[in-house]
């Protein structure tokens, strides 16, 4: 198997699906090419994972069971454990 020259999709700039790559890709069953060189890969995969951790968690309403106050949380809120809003949270971490 050659290697073939693709054009990155991100940056423009050409570079080798190579024998071995080729080979990875049909181990793993994938029927594409890639689209982006690895430089652009990597830092694509990087975006994802940073951006899971990031911003978009889900926050919910809750009460703070020791101030009363109303506040949000990034965990669904049960009935059984205590929500602290991020105040008294600290406090209580002392
Ligand atoms: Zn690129
Ligand atoms: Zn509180």
Not at 41 to 58: H, L, P
């Amino acid at each position: 198997m050659p290697d073939i020259n693709l054009t990155c999709r991100d940056c423009g700039k050409p570079f080798d699906f190579t024998e071995r790559d080729q080979e990875f890709y049909a181990e793993k069953g994938w029927q594409n090419q890639p689209t982006r060189c690895r430089d652009c890969a990597k830092a694509r995969k990087a975006d994802v994972n940073g951006g899971a951790r990031g911003a978009d968690r889900q926050m919910y309403p809750a009460v703070c069971s020791d101030c009363g106050k109303s506040t949000t949380v990034p965990f669904e809120p049960k009935e059984d454990r205590p929500v602290r809003c991020m105040d008294c949270f600290k406090a209580s971490k002392g």
